[in-house]
């Protein structure tokens, strides 16, 4: 007898879509933030699969630091051709080929290319729903986050003032100048994304491979020596290390972790047998305790 | 931090030797919702804390970050706290509690579960109504120590409305009572004694202390007494699999797709029931019917679809359809209605009012409707409905109210179906989430609106029915003709009306044409348009029957919730359905007006039985065959009933 069952990655996956569908329908003006990170991947192929055999019906928005891995660039060129989308990038035109993490700092670059970029390129466009990757299991801060998370029109979170979410009604009013946030990955862990990548056969960066890549040490974090904006200290040679990134972003922000894995299998392998979490890797969460609460008041996703 | 051995993931071999073998069952795992309730210091958070670590999803980092928390926000003194694990937001860490929900997902051998994590203080109703609005399960925490509390029965009873059918509740805190056998045992006939008001189909009890680890993962060894399972076995176990409504196929429609001119699909999400190819199907409100062409999915088409899978279905007809029309089998419609009465929560700190309006958000539709009444508040603490008139809902209160909408919607009761019973209700100013609402059984008439005017008032005169019941010798009553066209309604109705005039009694016959060529002769063939029409006749008839009179009323009538309706105006004891039974192709061969050859033949768009259902009575107090009794036979069968029934003389 059929037991009309689903697995949970399949329930994750049509949840996804239902919320993905509902944003296409209710939105004047949506727009899929795009990092080109694993699970930016995993949700730019659910919003091809809600569509087919149509097309997606809004664009790509990739809000770029000038600062990433060359082979981010690389792979975003690929995503746009293979699903048939517009990948809009947004530089921000007051810190474009002059704010840097090293010149700046990491909290200044990030605030200027990264939190202010992205109000500024919704801002331009008038976007009026905004998809994003985060999940909430990735940090303590984002449990709490809907899966329509409302903006005002500062682009501010209020986390004591969200609206109630109730069964999967999701409410999609805003008035003008306001916005929604939209989280369809929210009930994925970082397992669920690795399996439903290796399930569907979604290309990634090879970024999260590990492969010898040059690397130096700074306040404990290998950090890959991705370009010669990289300074070196006096005498300084990069080190060749097994590595692979747990996260992608700015490559002098990013931390890599040595690892043997080449596959997905042995990423997960590693993952389940590893007692590190993985935004770790990420050097903007150590600016202060609760320090991704207090950048998502400000607007950064 | 406990001593006690940790449990032991069984397959961290399995992740070792054969990591594809362990994707493959991992995939395969099924999803367990949970909500947590309990009261502030019921030791929630603890819990959670407790299962994540237990279950080894708390890693290094984060533990070093919690065990340094704990020496500046914790409650145990400065040893390991596993609430800092879940409680989230710095505000809260501040004032040491949880102030939202929140999620937390962790998995074990068996089954993946997503928690949500529900504060505990008294006025939060509206943040656990959100955590139990997707939840399979409740895990109902009670203090050993304090037993019973209003919040535990507020909690319960959210629960239940929410509906869900699964309730754990953990006895925490039992180190504190010494580990007391008796303690729990009362705490257990304590709840029990109340939770029977309640409708939950399984409830378990378990004596624990998150804190220390006992029979949250691991089996305590402190209570011997106790030989049930642990709380984590218990929730891998449980069977949920038969909560679905697998029964009513419900697909509200999300988007139409057209990418090109072969293809037009329907999006959506399977509501309830299973869809198959070739199932015909019919789209509300218009009631036009089609059949399910294919199931389309991104990695090929399908043959059947279930919930909660998100498919594009293609019809064989070019029926109309759009975002928040909801297809459904022809014979197992939803109700559809522009009102209908529901139990609300209310979340916002401005009260909902009578005659306030809103939008409200039901499957894939937003409609415009009115807060018509506030039957009656309900007391979440005792169970009951306050006493008194009510014409408000505060933050936090729940009630039973009566909603006016701007257009017809498709819906089922919540009981029977969470995904197209639920409903939200939307600030038309601030566009804030105002309220949640549950549709409940009872079918609402328009009968049941006061009369326009405030100044009428229903006229009794000296003279009641009784008299001139008696004066005829007779009593008046309904008899209600329903079948296709072609059934034999007129052929009936007709001799009926010849029979009981001969014997002396006094009957009036009301028909299709001698009621819309007068009073209904302003209303069409729409939906709402046969709504009224039968309103209107069912008053009539009231009337006719009032002055003693035997109504012979012959319509189509196809729709169960109109003769419903009917049976309603002119009451229940004087109603007397008759059911034409006859198949659509008698009726058709039979064809005595020469409609069905004009449908055939395109010049009529709209027929009962061929484009727009008909929908057979379930129980009628009588059905005729016409296929095999003659008209004298049927007859006689009603005139039975009619003495039985005291109507008119033997």
């Known amino acids: 007898m059929a037991t009309y069952q689903i697995s949970h990655l399949a329930q994750l996956e049509a949840e996804a879509i239902h919320i993905i569908r509902e944003v296409a329908a209710e939105f004047q003006n949506p727009v899929m933030l795009y990092s080109i ?265 | 931090m406990s001593d ?52 080894k999803m708390i890693y290094e980092d984060q533990l070093a970050a919690v065990t340094r928390d704990s020496k500046v926000h914790g409650t145990t003194g400065g040893d390991f706290d596993p609430a800092l694990l879940t409680d989230g937001l710095k505000a809260e860490r501040e004032q040491g509690i949880t102030i939202d929900v929140a999620y937390r997902y962790f998995s074990t051998d068996k089954r993946k579960f997503i928690i949500a994590d529900c504060p505990g203080h008294e006025q939060y109703t509206r943040n656990m109504a959100t955590g139990a609005s997707t939840a399979n399960l409740a895990v109902i925490l009670i203090d050993a120590r304090l037993g019973v509390v209003t919040q535990t029965k507020r909690h319960s009873f959210i629960c239940s409305l929410l509906g869900i059918k699964h309730v754990a509740v953990v006895v925490n805190k039992m180190d504190l009572v010494d580990w007391s056998a008796e303690t729990y045992e009362r705490i257990r006939n304590e709840y029990n004694a109340f939770v029977s008001r309640l409708d939950f189909s399984d409830i378990h009890f378990f004596p624990v202390s998150a804190l220390a680890g006992d029979n949250v993962v691991e089996k305590s060894e402190n209570m011997p007494w106790y030989d049930g399972s642990t709380l984590l076995h218990h929730l891998e176990s449980v ?139 309900m007391d979440v603490n005792e169970l009951r409905k306050l006493p008194g008139d009510v014409d408000s809902l505060a933050l936090n209160e729940v009630g039973r109210v009566h909603l006016t909408l701007h257009r017809p919607l498709a819906f089922d009761s919540y009981r029977k179906n969470h995904s197209t019973g639920a409903f939200v209700l939307i600030d038309r100013v601030s566009n804030i989430t105002v309220g949640a609402g549950m549709i409940v059984d009872r079918p609402v008439r328009k009968s049941d609106e006061g009369p326009k005017s405030q100044n009428i008032s229903r006229t009794r005169g000296e003279v009641t029915r009784v008299t001139r019941e008696a004066l005829l010798g007779q009593q008046g009553h309904t008899l209600w003709l329903t079948g296709l066209s072609g059934s034999g309604k007129s052929t ?77 105006i002119v009451g229940d004891k004087s109603f007397c359905e008759v059911f034409l039974d006859t198949p659509l192709e008698v009726c058709e061969e039979r064809d005595p007006k020469g409609l069905y050859a004009k449908v055939r033949a395109g010049e009529i768009h709209q027929f009962t039985g061929i484009t727009d259902p008909y929908e057979a009575p379930e129980n009628p107090e009588i059905r005729i065959d016409t296929t095999s009794q003659d008209v004298e036979a049927g007859v006689s069968q009603v005139m039975e009933v009619l003495r039985d029934r005291g109507v008119i003389p033997r």
């Open chain 2, 492 to 568: 009936v109705a007709m001799e009926l009306e010849r029979r009981l005039t001969d014997s002396g009694r006094l009957c009036c016959l009301l028909d299709g044409d001698n009621v819309r060529h007068g009073l209904n002769r302003d209303l069409g063939f729409s939906h709402d348009d046969r709504t009224e029409n039968i309103r209107r006749i069912a008053e009539v008839a009231r009337l006719m029957n009032d002055t003693g009179i035997i109504v012979i009323a012959a319509f189509i009538s196809p729709y169960i919730t109109d003769r419903a309706g009917a049976r309603e």
């Open chain 1, 37 to 301: 990170g694993k699970d930016s991947s995993v949700m730019l192929h659910l919003a091809h699969k809600a569509f087919a055999p149509g097309k997606i019906p809004f664009p790509l928005m990739h809000v770029d630091t000038q600062w990433k891995f060359h082979e981010m660039y690389r792979c975003r060129a690929e995503a746009a051709e293979r699903y048939g989308v517009e990948i809009k990038v947004w530089i921000n035109p007051e810190g474009k080929d002059q704010v840097g993490p090293f010149s700046h700092g990491s909290e200044k670059h990030t605030q200027i290319m990264k939190t202010e970029g992205l109000k500024q390129a919704l801002n331009h466009h008038g976007f009026d729903a905004v998809f994003g990757g985060a999940r909430r299991d990735e940090e303590k801060s984002r449990a709490k986050e809907r899966v329509y998370s409302f903006r005002n029109q500062f682009h501010q979170w209020d986390p004591k003032n969200q609206r109630p979410e109730l069964w999967n009604l999701y409410n999609a009013r805003v008035n003008k100048g306001e916005s929604i946030r939209v989280f369809p990955l929210s009930n994925w862990t970082e397992l669920d994304v690795w399996l439903y990548l290796m399930r569907e056969e979604i290309p990634i960066v090879p970024l999260y491979f590990a492969k010898e890549r040059p690397v130096v040490e700074r306040d404990g974090v290998l950090i890959m020596v991705d370009d010669d904006r990289m300074p070196l200290e006096d005498g300084e040679q990069p080190m060749h290390k097994k590595v692979r990134f747990r996260t992608l972003g700015c490559y002098p922000l990013t931390g890599a972790v040595e690892s043997e894995a080449e596959t997905i299998e042995e990423i997960v392998q590693e993952m389940l047998l590893t007692t590190t979490s993985e935004r770790q890797g990420r050097v903007i969460d150590f600016d202060a305790a609760a320090s991704m609460e207090d950048k998502k008041k400000d607007g950064y996703f």
């Open chain 2, 239 to 377: 069977n949920i699999a038969t909560d679905r409504n697998l029964v009513d196929m419900r697909f509200p429609v999300q988007l139409v797709s057209r990418p090109n001119l072969d293809f037009r699909g329907y999006a959506g999400t399977v509501a309830s029931g299973v869809v198959r190819v070739g199932q015909e199907v019919a789209s509300l409100p218009s009631r036009r019917t089609s059949t399910v062409k294919s199931i389309e999915t991104a990695a090929g088409p399908v043959e059947e679809a279930y919930p909660p899978m998100a498919v594009t279905l293609t019809l064989n007809d070019e029926i109309d359809v759009s975002r928040g029309d909801m297809l459904a089998p022809v014979n197992n419609l939803p109700r559809l209605d522009n009102e209908f009465e529901a139990m609300v929560v209310w979340m916002h700190d401005t009260p909902a009012r009578e005659g306030q309006s809103f939008l409200i958000k039901q499957t894939t539709n937003v409609v415009p409707g009115v807060l018509t009444e506030v039957r009656y508040q």
């Open chain 2, 4 to 55: 006690q051995s940790k449990y032991e993931i069984q397959d961290e071999a399995l992740i070792r030797d054969d990591i594809a073998g362990y994707l493959r069952k991992h995939e395969e795992k099924d999803l367990l919702r949970i909500l947590t309730c309990g009261s502030v210091d019921d030791g929630k958070s603890t819990l959670i804390g407790r299962l994540l670590y237990d279950c």
